[in-house]
Nanobody, 115 residues
Framework: QVQLVESGGGLVQPGGSLRLSCAAS????????MGWYRQATGNQRELVAA???????NYADAVKGRFTISRDSAKNTVYLQMNSLKPEDTAVYYC?????????WGQGTQVTVSS
């Protein structure tokens, strides 16, 4: 059974930082592209950042230079370091594992940026 378990969300002031973690089980983690998506109230789910099995990364324009995605295959975990957070980053953040048409989702973690 595949499980993706996110953690690290919460309430942070504008300009602050958070690090999200996603622990994967039930998949061969090292061969999957891992991604973080977010969905704000009333909006569609959108890609935030992704990292391939080879370590290549891509980011949404809105987060470039502020967010960093990384992975640790020894821990089967993908991270999203979020700096200089803005109110518009407020959303539920979801972890995703994808490979050859198969994909899996975590349950999501809430990030709220507010003073």
């Amino acid at each position: 059974q595949v499980q993706l378990v996110e953690s690290g969300g919460g309430l942070v002031q504008p300009g602050g930082s958070l690090r999200l973690s996603c622990a994967a089980s039930g998949i061969i983690f090292s061969i999957y592209t891992m991604g973080w998506y977010r969905q704000a109230t009333g909006n569609q789910r959108e890609l935030v950042a992704a990292i391939t099995s080879g370590g290549s990364t891509n980011y949404a324009d809105a987060v470039k230079g502020r967010f960093t995605i990384s992975r640790d295959s020894a821990k089967n975990t993908v991270y999203l370091q979020m700096n200089s957070l803005k109110p518009e980053d407020t959303a539920v953040y979801y972890c995703n594992a994808a490979r050859r048409g198969n994909q899996y989702w975590g349950q999501g973690t809430q990030v709220t940026v507010s003073s």
